[in-house]
């Protein structure tokens, strides 16, 4: 099984706190559809032999500013030019982007998934990202989308602002919950140094949270969705039983996938790489026949602790079995002192053949991944 990522490069505007590639120029989407079209049909070879496409992932980027036949031609170029065995079709979306028209138009073409940016109902906070939406429309667009009859419906909401205290989170939080979509999906914000944001904190002008406030929002965001039934199969990803994102599980489990557009990341099941992430240059390449895709070139140890570090995220956890199986090390030997030490701290925990995470273990995911690798 493998999964399509379409990456689709163009935003109405620019997020104050968005590294993501995305341009707001969008004059010559077509020309960009028709060259990632193109790209579908050069790179049929790339998945491994025999492999059908089990999930397509269309994200950004904003790919709800595609009117819907602009995705259906890129959904026709797969199905004729892939084996399918389809379980799954996401499309991101923002909330200004959708009407009632639109959603049942995405959906009678296949698309089963919506990942709504909602980020928060916050009007000041909306308006302080510069995010396109409000929070109003964010309220209409999850009913629509509802009534639109679409079963796996997930939110992305953004906690950690700096703030005098946690109303801002916890409102959103209640509002997000009074929704009950199947699925939340739920990061920080965080400082990039090409953003606005970016920017204003180098000038002095914005002060990012304490990283305590944020970790107590981390808390309440585990404690509000353990009590409304959610399981949080990844750290930041929040699902109804039968509701996790198969695409996104198929990343972190290692399942190949092709990306497809400008700054699109591949892996072929040995080898990552990625597309230049910038649309001039990717439609020069795809015209002149160029080089797009650039290999990065993993040895046995950075897999390994790719692994470690997106594995320990999930509710699945590290493998042993297949960790020795496929890196060559019992992991419980060449990292015995500090798997032990971990779990003497109540960080980390061992049953069967998997290390797992434990609640507090889950605010320092990345630092105790590090404490294991090789
Ligand atoms: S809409 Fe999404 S991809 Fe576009 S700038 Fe905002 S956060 Fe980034």
């Known amino acids: ?38 790209e579908l049909k050069q790179r049929r070879e790339y998945l491994p032999d025999g492999t059908r496409i089990q999930t397509i992932y269309f994200g950004g980027g904003t790919p709800s500013l595609l009117p819907p036949g602009e995705i259906e031609t890129l ?92 109303e801002y989170w916890l409102s959103d939080l209640e509002m997000a919950l009074q929704k009950d979509p199947g699925h939340i999906s ?18 002095g002008k914005f002060l990012p949270a304490e990283e305590e406030f944020v970790a107590e929002q981390f808390e309440m965001l585990q404690e509000a969705m353990e009590a409304k039934g959610y399981i949080q199969y990844e750290i930041s990803n929040f699902g109804r039983e039968g509701q996790f994102a198969v695409h996104n599980t198929n990343y972190w489990k290692g399942v190949p996938y092709l990306g497809i557009g400008p700054s699109a990341h591949s892996f072929d099941g040995t080898n990552r790489g990625h597309n230049i992430p910038n649309n001039a240059l990717y439609l020069k390449g795809m015209a002149s026949q160029g080089q797009l895709f650039e290999i990065d070139v993993l040895n046995q140890e950075d897999r390994a602790n790719e692994y470690l570090l997106t594995a320990l995220r999930t509710i699945w956890g590290v493998d042993l079995g297949y960790f020795e199986k496929t890196y060559g090390l019992d992991l419980r030997t060449v990292r015995s002192a500090e798997i032990h ?34």
């Not at 138009?105 to 909602?118: E, F, H, K, T």
Request: hydrophobic share 40%; with cysteine; charged share 20%.
């Open 75 to 166: 959904l026709n170029i797969i199905s004729s030019h892939y084996p399918l065995a389809l379980q799954e079709v996401t499309l991101e979306a923002n909330p200004d982007d959708l009407s009632k028209e639109k959603l049942l138009a995405y959906q009678s073409m296949g698309v089963d998934r919506l990942s709504i940016g909602i980020q928060s109902f916050q009007e000041p906070l909306l308006r302080y990202y510069n995010r396109a939406h409000t929070a109003a429309e964010s309220h209409r667009v999850l009913d629509y989308a509802r009534d639109a009859g679409f079963q796996k419906l997930s939110i992305d909401l953004m906690y950690g602002f700096p703030a005098p205290d946690h």
């Open 341 to 374: 030490l971990l779990q003497q701290h109540g960080w980390l925990s061992e049953s069967g053949d998997s290390l797992t995470l434990t609640k507090a273990g889950k605010l320092l995911a990345d630092s105790i991944a590090a404490k294991l690798f090789l």
């Open 186 to 203: 739920s990061y920080s914000l965080t400082v990039e140094a090409d953003t606005a944001l970016g920017r204003w904190t180098k000038a």
């Open 1 to 38: 099984m493998s999964g399509i990522y379409i990456h689709i490069p163009f935003c109405k505007q620019a997020c104050h706190y968005c590294d993501f590639h995305f341009s707001t120029q969008t004059g010559y989407r077509e020309r960009m559809l028709q060259a990632m079209g193109e």
